[in-house]
């Protein structure tokens, strides 16, 4: 199988050479250990919680714009937990660090964080879901 690397874009500052040279969307260990669950590939178990997450990820973020407008905390707390949870294992473990960096925002009260932990969570979803279409088409 292969895996989608997509890289990050690069950045010329003396910052981004301590940042950690992580350019896949989706972690390939964490892939690797869920193709394991079906060696074969028989079952089609990777094609099936692939699916499941983007279906899932798709009704969460409609969730989390209806809880925006609404001023919604709990549920967008909520729907960071969630996604959260399914993305750690699927391998979008910066869209995981997000949901949860925004889950403790709200949680903590500190809601002059949370609009812009939210778009940044919305922004990694369009990259996670590039990624989870592509490694998709390549299986």
Request: glycine content about 2%.
């Amino acid at each position: 199988m292969t895996l989608p690397l997509l890289p990050r874009p690069a950045q010329a500052t003396d910052a981004s050479a301590a940042e950690p040279q992580d350019t896949a969307v989706l972690d390939p260990a964490a892939l690797a250990n869920l193709a394991q669950l079906d060696p074969t590939g028989a079952n089609r178990l990777m094609h099936r919680v692939l699916t499941t997450y983007r279906s899932s990820m798709a009704r969460l973020l409609a969730q989390l714009a209806q809880a925006r407008v609404q001023s919604d905390a709990s549920t967008m707390r909520l729907v960071a937990h969630t996604l959260k949870s399914s993305s750690a294992s699927v391998g979008a473990l910066a869209l995981s660090a997000l949901c949860s960096d925004a889950e403790r925002a709200l949680r903590d009260g500190r809601l002059e964080e949370v609009p812009g932990l939210l778009d940044q969570l919305v922004a990694e979803t369009a990259r996670v879901d590039a990624a989870v279409l592509q490694l998709l088409a390549d299986t």
